[in-house]
Structures are given as structure tokens and as C-alpha cells.
């Protein structure tokens, strides 16, 4: 069974952490290279296990592991064996399942929320070129050939327990079905597939969000349908969209609503905690109901939203 509909059965809504690589820029990473967040990973592995403690209690139920800009192709490129590469995906597992435990050891925070998951972080082909195609999607591969370069990373953050994989930023739908074929290679396995959109309707490749949601709605090992890596302005929309044509539980985590400025590498505008929070209040009233943030989100916007989160109504738990 869906295990995501299993907990909303008992919750009305969860939440998801926030953004991992801009957070660790902002506790002091240098993350220009081409492994971006992964290369913390080799390099302080504890401030990535840090974060995760600090989304846990700030009232995220998911961790996304630091695995987004992680395969094994990118880390040999770096120098690095098989082996070395194989430890380094898992190692972005170990990590987050090693916060979680850690956090709900305490029984303190067990209380009103249900105990955290582990999602894997499965980035598109693009990451792992570093050259901005994965906004694009135009990087032309098969199916067959997307499957093949992501079926050694997929086997390897499975093997490392996590409780469900988290496909996203998915820039096309070429990309959704290599990914979906894939799964049935490993049957006990869900995930979520999370794509970028570049408007109210469009995929940033040019595809409907609403055409692909609704091929993942016949796909019985994708738990969830979403959007991330997007304007927060785009979604209710989207969301609206989703409904039609997909019955599964619909996952959102934009961008703080700052604008990234390619020209000057640099963010601008102005982050608001309180009223990401209130926004995201509006993409649960239009049918979202796992809600967290990406790039330029921190703790203290996962904080807000859990705070309203938790004031929900509970669902009769006798009806499951």
C-alpha cells in the first residue's frame, strides 16, 4: 500500500524539509563545484547530518537526503572508485536515517507527528552535467538511456534503507517514465516524482503539468505527484491541475520566492517566513497535502509551516 496514503489516513497534511544546498551555503559552504551539495558529502558530513536535525525539529516529517547532485559517474569523475562513489550515495542515507533516529529517540518529540521519513534524493540527468540543463531538459537521451544512467544510483541508495526515493526538479516527462520503468526493476521501492515548472501550466521542457500527472496517476509504485524548484506564485494552479487528473497525494516545495539572477550569480529579493507559511496555507486549501520548501527556504520556514500544520483538524483515525 501507498505508504504515504497510509499516513494520511491519520494526518491531514506533512510536512517536508527545506532546501540542503543553499542552507549549507548559508552555514558557510563553498558549493561552487560540479558535485555542488555532494561534495559536502566527502568533505563534512556532519553538517549535513546537522541540517537534517535542525528541519527535524524545526517540524519537517521528511528528510531529503544531500544525494540530489550525487551519482556515481560524477564522483569517479572526481577521482574516486566504484566502491568510494557507492559509499558516498549511501552515506547521504546513513546520514538523515541517523538524524531521524536520533530525533525521535527523545519522546518528547513524538508527540502529534508522525515519525519522520527518509526520502532519497534522485536528481535529473542535468545535475549531473552541472550546466544548467536541468532547468532545460534538453538534454535529448531515450528512455533506455536515461534508465541506464540512473539505475546504478538508484540501486545503490535503495540498498541503504531509505523509506521512499525523492525524484526531483524532473525537468520533462521523457525523464518521469525512464525513472517510473526503472522502479518495477525494484519492486518493494516508492517514490515521489517532483518536476520544475516554469509557468502555471508548463513543465520548464514545454510539457503540461497536467498531462504528466495524470500518466503518473496509472504508475502503482509513485506515491506521490509534485512540484518543486519553482516560483511559489505557480502552484495553486498547478495544484488545481493535478486534482483532475490524479487521485495520489499531491507533494509541493518551491523556491522561497526570491529570483535567482544568472547574470550576477546571486539571489534576489527578499525571503518572508511568515508569508511563505501563509502561501502555503493556500496550496493545502487547493488540495496539496505533503507541503515543504526548496532553494532559499530555511528551518525557519518549515518551522511555520508545521506550526499551522499541526493546528489542523486530525482526521477520524477510526475510519482507517
Not at 111 to 126: D, K, Q, W
Not at 256 to 275: K, R, Y
Request: glycine fraction near 8%; charge should be negative.
Amino acid at each position: 500500500m501507498n505508504p504515504l496514503i497510509d499516513l494520511l489516513k491519520h494526518y491531514p497534511a506533512l510536512v517536508v524539509d527545506g532546501a540542503l544546498a543553499t542552507e549549507l551555503e548559508r552555514r558557510g559552504c563553498d558549493l561552487r563545484d560540479p558535485l555542488w551539495s555532494a561534495k559536502v558529502l566527502i568533505e563534512q558530513p556532519e553538517l549535513i547530518q546537522q541540517v537534517h536535525e535542525d528541519y527535524f525539529a524545526a517540524g519537517a516529517d521528511f528528510a531529503i537526503t544531500a544525494s540530489y547532485q550525487a551519482t556515481i559517474a560524477g564522483f569517479m569523475r572526481r577521482g574516486l572508485n566504484q566502491a568510494e562513489s557507492v559509499d558516498l550515495l549511501q552515506r547521504s542515507v546513513r546520514l538523515a536515517r541517523k538524524a531521524r533516529d536520533a530525533f525521535w529517540a527523545e519522546p518528547a518529540h513524538r508527540i502529534g507527528r508522525p515519525r519522520p521519513l527518509v526520502a532519497a534524493s534522485v536528481g535529473p540527468y542535468g545535475a549531473f552535467l552541472a550546466d544548467g540543463s536541468e532547468y532545460r531538459g534538453d538534454y535529448y537521451l531515450s528512455e533506455a538511456q536515461l534508465m541506464d544512467f540512473h539505475r546504478p544510483r538508484l540501486a545503490a541508495l535503495l540498498a541503504a534503507g531509505p523509506d521512499l526515493l525523492a525524484c526531483e526538479t524532473i525537468p520533462c516527462l521523457t525523464e518521469a517514465r525512464a525513472l517510473v520503468r526503472l522502479l518495477t526493476e525494484f519492486p518493494n521501492a516508492w517514490a515521489w516524482i517532483s518536476f520544475s515548472a516554469r509557468d502555471e501550466t508548463h513543465l520548464v521542457y514545454g510539457e503540461t503539468f497536467a498531462e504528466c500527472a495524470a500518466w503518473l496517476d496509472g504508475c502503482p509504485q509513485v506515491a506521490a505527484v509534485g512540484i518543486n524548484c519553482t516560483a511559489p506564485g505557480y502552484l495553486p494552479a498547478l495544484i488545481r491541475a493535478a486534482r483532475v487528473v490524479t487521485g495520489k497525494p499531491i507533494v509541493v516545495y518551491p523556491n522561497s520566492g526570491e529570483t535567482w539572477q544568472a547574470d550576477h550569480h546571486c539571489w534576489q529579493g527578499v525571503p518572508a517566513d511568515a508569508a511563505f507559511a501563509a502561501e502555503a496555507e493556500g496550496w493545502y486549501a487547493e488540495g496539496a497535502r505533503l507541503i515543504g520548501g526548496c532553494c532559499r527556504t530555511t528551518p525557519d520556514h518549515i518551522r511555520a509551516i508545521a506550526a499551522w500544520v499541526r493546528r489542523l483538524p486530525q482526521p477520524d483515525r477510526g475510519s482507517s
